[in-house]
Nanobody, 125 residues
């Protein structure tokens, strides 16, 4: 079955950096666009970043643009989220997701078919 397993979360001070990883299995990785979403306590899950199947197209939420970088290594079936200049507002559970609709990258949650279990990021002030 399809599994997306996130790792790399933790506790970091404001201004610090962290890289999240998401390892995919049970699917043909290059047939999926990948995304990162996040959910803060008491808030709805929101889009953070997405990348096309070949890595050629990326998109970011305004709140993370210029600070976060999404990338993928198709040989390793892994997508990454490099997070710099972290702020306490970035505290959330981060989820990776896979979308079969490779004709477009999307910020819309219901276009993503598979989800990981999430990894917690806490940014202290």
């Amino acid at each position: 079955q399809v599994q997306l397993v996130e790792s790399g979360g933790g506790l970091v001070q404001a201004g610090g950096s962290l890289r999240l990883s998401c390892a995919a299995s049970g699917l043909t990785f290059t047939r999926y666009n990948m995304g990162w979403f996040r959910q803060a306590p008491g808030k709805e899950r929101e889009f953070a970043a997405t990348i096309s199947w070949n890595g050629g197209i990326t998109d970011y939420a305004d709140s993370v643009k210029g600070r976060f970088t999404i990338s993928r290594d198709n040989a390793k079936n892994t997508v990454y989220l490099q997070m710099n200049s972290l702020d306490p507002e970035d505290t959330a559970v981060y989820y990776c997701a896979a979308s079969q609709d490779v004709d477009r990258i999307t910020r819309i949650i219901h276009y993503y078919n598979y989800w990981g279990q999430g990894t917690q990021l806490i940014v202290s002030s």
